[in-house]
């Protein structure tokens, strides 16, 4: 079992390594902030990292190996060579991120020849690169099974992210829009709206009267091809991006089930 991660370990990476340890007989765990993913003026520089403790939390769990590299290690020679996905790169978080995820298949598909066949975690938190991921394995036959994994919030609701440790007490509060915005979303589309429209605007508003937090984009689309829809029926998704103090946040929900 494969659960790669950036680090700075929270409960939404342990439950990725705790089902990973429940479903086969060794695990393996990577830290690796991937230069790859991150674009000029991001916050590669500043991105959390915690090493030691990361380990402790990893031994505690019972992880049976982490690979820790450096970037020397990962990218010895200049990297030549990247994975492209149509369509599913360039929408939602990729328009905000044009080469966002291009970096992570890239690191993914390293790790994947590296650690060889597996089952890979990754979690629901992160929609789109699940939907990336699993598109790459299928395309390029790489003999890997990929398993989403539910998102993990704390009680208020907000999904839980490395990057909430840029958020002061004030933006943490004000944070949990997305999640509350998500949820009163899902409830009205749960109680019979199926206008996409509607439900976008619904979300603009709730979010727009948070004074702290800056929306980037809410679209609701079809959850593999990421396609945006206008109707919303089974199998849809609405993803959040939002700008909270330093930290750029997303979440996403599944309308027919909420933030639950
Ligand atoms: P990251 O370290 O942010 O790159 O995340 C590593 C893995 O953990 C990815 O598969 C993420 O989707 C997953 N992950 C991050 N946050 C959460 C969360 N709150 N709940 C579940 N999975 C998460």
Known sequence: GLVPTMGFLHEGHTSLMQRAGKENDKTIATI?????????????????QNLEKDISECEAIGIDLLFAPSSEEMYSQPILTSV??????????????????SGVATVVAKLFNIVGPCNAYFGEKDWQQLQVISTMVRDLSFRVKVLGCPTVRQSDGLALSSRNAYLSLEERKAATALSRSLQSASENVQAGETSAAVIKSQIIDEITDEALVTLDYVEIVEGSSLIRIDQISEGARILIAAKVGKARLIDNADPYFGIK
């Open 32 to 48: 690796f902030v991937n230069p790859l993913q991150f674009a000029e003026g991001e916050d590669l520089s500043s991105y959390p």
């Open 84 to 101: 492209q996905i149509d369509q599913l790169m360039n929408s939602v978080e990729g328009a905000s991120r044009p080469t966002h995820f």
